[in-house]
């Protein structure tokens, strides 16, 4: 089974300008969740996606949002890029849904993004 | 909130040595925990788990893992290292909600020869 894909996986980007970064799930997983990983604030989490819906949303500003298509595949976007948005960014797919998830988390190789 | 603590940012260890990597975590129940490596320029790699059963779990690349409620602590282990398992190596937690996982700030393991 093919693991989880992220593009691109590399980015360079100028403050003020958004960003769509793109993710493919494991096949048949249904809950994708974004991580923002930087040398000072570590591995943060962003937001997860089940079946189309934001389920939670980490602690972040408005500027970073998020989808889910029905294939499962998501975006995330980033607008009014900042310096501080340099980070690599992270996907990470497990199955979702009903009782016995064990919320197994399988990431991808992630979306390095260098704003400047 | 949840929370988890690594106290160890780096560790050196000598090839064929045994290994063991520290874990607390700050939870109200009974947490799922995983620990996850990360060699440089890849994603996560997930190393083992524990959701409920036997407080000794094993693991794929020869890691194992203990649970103590006592101790809130869930830390790795792996009786001889190879110059491979030099990496990145993160604590994780998920409460019950659909809350993501909340890392730890990670231990750098070095490998000498």
């Known amino acids: 089974k093919a693991g989880v894909t992220q593009t691109p996986r590399y980015l360079i980007k100028t403050r003020g300008q958004q960003v769509t970064l793109s993710c493919s799930p494991i096949?048949?997983?249904?809950?994708v969740s974004w991580y923002q990983q930087t040398p000072g604030q570590g591995l943060q989490f962003l937001f997860e996606y089940f079946s189309e819906t934001q389920r939670n949303k980490g602690n972040f500003p408005g500027r970073f949002s998020g989808r889910q298509f029905s294939n499962s595949r998501s975006e995330m976007n980033v607008s009014t890029l900042e310096l501080g948005d340099s980070a690599l960014y992270l996907c990470a797919s497990r199955l979702g849904g009903l009782a016995g998830d064990s919320y197994e988390q399988y990431f991808g190789p992630g979306t390095r993004l260098t704003v400047t | 909130a949840q929370s988890v603590t690594q106290p160890d940012i780096h560790i050196t260890v000598s090839e064929g040595a045994s290994l063991e990597l520290r874990c607390n975590y700050s939870y109200g129940a009974t947490p799922y925990l995983f620990w996850y490596v990360q060699s440089p320029g890849q994603g996560l790699q997930l190393l083992l788990k524990?959701?409920?059963?036997?407080?000794l779990v094993q693991g794929i690349k020869g890691f194992e893992a203990e649970f103590k409620r006592s101790q809130s602590s869930f830390n790795l282990r792996k009786p001889s290292v190879h110059w491979s398992d030099a990496a990145e190596y993160f604590c994780a937690v998920r409460g019950g909600g659909a809350d993501g996982l909340t890392f730890g700030k990670g231990t750098h393991l070095i490998i000498q020869p």
């Open positions: 524990y959701f409920s059963g036997d407080t």
């Open positions: 096949s048949g997983h249904r809950s």
